[in-house]
């Protein structure tokens, strides 16, 4: 499939945002007393609770999806044994279906020791969930793959992994499932910003109404995409859209994040939001970012109940 350009403008740093950062980097500096630079990526993990139900989904089952983003794998942060304790926490709160939202590799330079990617995999196939586990990929799962970038391919090294490890990804696929007599399609949206060229320019393999144009009846549509900013050309059609990539933007005051990986800023940051009766809950991921550095937003495993509007 040949790479699309992204939608919206190029991701890069706003004038507010080049200002901000010699702010953040010397919180980060800091560490903020230590916690935010070693506890809270290593050590917290929060379930964080959603309860959702939109007009789109009327016809859907009652749904309990567990979502996992940007683990980011890499000692000291995201060992195999915290992994081990992540798959053993989602698992216990017994969900239909498990979504995981890509950047597995750890996309910074904090990294004391290698987790081999067969590991990790191997270890996420440990994930139970009666509707399956559904994966796409993330940017830095196409950034980490030299051989990616350079051919284009249609499965970087994570893909592979997880793919061995019976995991399946999803590249602009829809997968049809039932859950109490109720039909309902899972889409996987491919990357976004998986191909880098020309300088700081980004073309994405996603393509929305390739992926969509799958769904073949009205039941309703679950959506996962690793960047959020593809909600803002979201036909009113998919009822959810879940999103990482943006950790939050790992420093937030106040509901507030400096610095955030996203076109659109604060606006898809973190959370629940809606739009026009549209939704989107965007996690703040698991792993660090480019700086090993969390305030104010711990890791988190996301858990929805996606419930028939009435």
């Known amino acids: 499939m040949a790479p699309m350009a992204p939608e919206g403008p190029a991701r890069g740093l706003s004038r507010r945002q080049a200002v901000l950062a010699p702010l953040v980097g010397g919180v980060a500096a800091l560490g903020l007393n230590g916690y935010a630079f070693a506890y809270a990526p290593a050590v917290q993990l929060d379930v964080t609770r959603y309860r959702i139900a939109p007009r789109q989904w009327a016809s859907g089952p009652a749904l309990r999806i567990a979502v996992l983003t940007d683990l980011h794998f890499g000692e000291p942060f995201v060992s195999l044994g915290r992994l081990d304790e992540i798959v053993a926490t989602t698992n216990s709160l017994a969900p239909d279906l498990i979504c995981l939202l890509g950047d597995f590799e750890p996309g910074h330079r904090f990294v004391s020791r290698v987790v081999p990617r067969a590991d990790w995999a191997r270890s996420l196939a440990a994930l139970k969930a009666p509707l399956g586990v559904h994966t796409v990929l993330g940017n830095h799962d ?47 949206l491919a990357d976004q910003l998986a191909y880098h060229v020309r300088g700081r320019r980004w073309m994405g393999r996603h393509d929305l109404a390739g992926a969509l144009a799958q769904v073949s009846d009205g039941a309703p549509i679950l959506l996962l995409a690793h960047e959020p900013d593809i909600f803002a050309a979201m036909p009113d059609r998919v009822a959810l859209t879940l999103s990482g990539h943006t950790h939050g933007g790992q420093v937030r005051l106040f509901g507030y994040s400096p610095l955030v990986p996203s076109d659109y800023g604060n606006r898809y940051a973190y959370g629940h939001v809606t739009e026009a009766g549209r939704h989107l809950v965007v996690s703040g991921g698991i792993g660090p970012g480019k700086l090993p550095l969390r305030f104010g937003v711990p890791p988190e495993i996301v858990l929805i109940d996606l419930q028939p509007s009435a």
Not at 153 to 167: H, S
């Open 142 to 188: 196409w950034w980490s793959d030299a051989e990616a970038q350079l051919r284009c391919t249609t499965v970087p090294l994570a893909g592979r992994a997880l793919m061995d490890a019976g995991l399946p990804v999803l590249d602009n696929q829809a997968v049809s499932l039932v859950k109490d007599n109720r039909r309902f399609w899972v889409v996987g």
